[in-house]
């Protein structure tokens, strides 16, 4: 079973396809985060992107397990989307990832974006949060600031532009959110990507991160950006990060656009030279 799917059979709810577009964002809106897996073609994404009104970056999952694992790989990616109306993503898989591609491939993405979904525990097991059998959790307390560590490390040290699925919790302790999603931990997340100058994702499949999340790093000059994450061609029309925007009263200035803001990406191109 495929990660995006293990993950879409435990979201609390999923998105219908091609649903009738709802009433926009007084700005553009993009989906950073569309994959061309479980049948969905090009075309069949560009028609759904034409008619919701939101642009769509399309992203190729490359790490270590995933379908790309190479710069030929990847390279292929890019040429496919090339000269067609969409953005061109890298979603970099688990820590392994920059020992497997060259800066200079990383640098003709649009953009790349991770998660924290991925990582070796302190007991040293790879953990993958999705999975049930790979997912250690002895103690709720010391799993969480293990895994605030893991998300403060990636967001600081990893060259990304977006970290997607911010937030998500295994299935064992998922009930357990707000709670365990204190305020203190969320501002160590928040305070490393201000830092770090990294978009935090608002998902519109699993509904994360929560509205708390999202008011407490508007304030703290987080931008965002908007996510699906796909398992086939259950794209809806955004309707989570829609209500977030109207109901955290975020604007246009507070959202991510990779035309204007590459930071990390002058900093990998920079490295290349």
């Avoid at 649903?19 to 897996?37: E, G, I, M, Q, S």
């Avoid at 293990?146 to 490390?153: A, F, L, P, Q, T």
């Avoid at 501002?187 to 830092?195: E, F, L, N, P």
Wanted: net charge positive; hydrophobic share 40%.
């Amino acid at each position: 079973m495929s990660r995006t799917t293990s993950l879409l059979l435990i979201a609390p709810i999923l998105l219908t396809a091609c649903v009738t577009p709802r009433p926009a964002a007084d700005f553009p809106l993009v989906d950073y985060h569309v994959h061309l897996k479980g049948g969905l073609t090009l075309d069949e994404a560009l028609e759904i992107s034409k008619k919701n009104g939101v642009k769509f970056g399309i992203a190729q999952n490359c790490g270590l397990g995933f379908p790309v694992t190479d710069d030929a790989g990847a390279m292929q990616f890019i040429e496919k989307l090339q000269g067609r109306d969409v953005y061109i993503g890298m979603q970099a898989e688990g820590r392994e990832w920059l020992s497997l591609f060259s800066m200079d491939l990383i640098g003709r993405f649009d953009y790349v974006f991770t998660d924290a979904l991925t990582f070796t525990d302190d007991k040293g097991r790879r953990t993958r949060l999705w999975m049930k059998d790979e997912v250690f959790v002895e103690d709720k307390q010391a799993f969480m600031d293990m895994y605030i560590d893991k998300i403060v490390s990636i967001i600081s040290n990893e060259p990304i532009d977006i970290f997607v699925n911010p937030t998500f919790l295994p299935e064992c302790i998922r009930d357990e959110y707000d709670s365990l999603w204190t305020k203190e931990r969320m501002a160590k997340v928040i305070d490393a990507a201000v830092k770090s100058g990294v978009a935090i994702e608002i998902n519109a499949t699993y509904k994360i991160p929560s509205k708390t999340f999202i008011i407490q790093a508007k304030k703290a000059g987080v931008k965002f950006a908007c996510g699906t994450n796909n398992g086939g061609k259950e794209l809806g029309n955004l309707e989570y990060c829609r209500r977030m925007i109207k109901e955290c009263s975020l604007t246009k200035k507070d959202f991510f656009d990779h035309r204007k803001d590459r930071k990390k990406r002058t900093q990998r191109q920079n490295q290349i030279r």
